[in-house]
Nanobody, 123 residues
Framework: VQLVESGGGSVQAGGSLKLSCSVS????????MSWFRQAPGKEREGVAG???????TYLDSVKGRFTISQDNAKKNLYLQINNLKPEDTAMYYC??????????????????WGQGTQVTVSS
């Protein structure tokens, strides 16, 4: 299984970014696909997840600004981030796990990860 993130960059506070994650080699119909982020010196935290049925879950602190989505072929995962804040600065990772139900956002539950894409927000 391979996951490749893209779309990160350096933006000013208040701006927007759309992150993408291309997934290949995953053969099961059920899954959780999620976005995580890790800032320097901090633990990796889950920010949004989506399952094969399209059910989503979000970290409370990003609700209303982050939107997770997937394409019809379910081979690509997206994260739309609006009204970016300096505290959103982090490496963003996508991950996939064979699982059912509402996605969980605990990183230890995921087996497959991408290499990450950096998001830097300046004030």
């Amino acid at each position: 299984v391979q996951l490749v993130e893209s779309g990160g960059g350096s933006v000013q506070a208040g701006g927007s970014l759309k992150l993408s994650c291309s997934v290949s080699g995953y053969i099961y119909s059920e899954y959780w696909m999620s976005w995580f982020r890790q800032a320097p010196g901090k633990e990796r935290e889950g920010v949004a997840g989506i399952n094969n049925d399209g059910r989503t879950t979000y970290l409370d602190s990003v609700k209303g600004r982050f939107t997770i989505s997937q394409d019809n072929a379910k081979k690509n995962l997206y994260l739309q981030i609006n009204n970016l804040k300096p505290e959103d600065t982090a490496m963003y990772y996508c991950a996939i796990q064979r699982a059912q139900g509402l996605p969980h956002l605990r990183s230890s539950w995921y087996d497959y990860w991408g290499q990450g894409t950096q998001v830097t927000v300046s004030s």
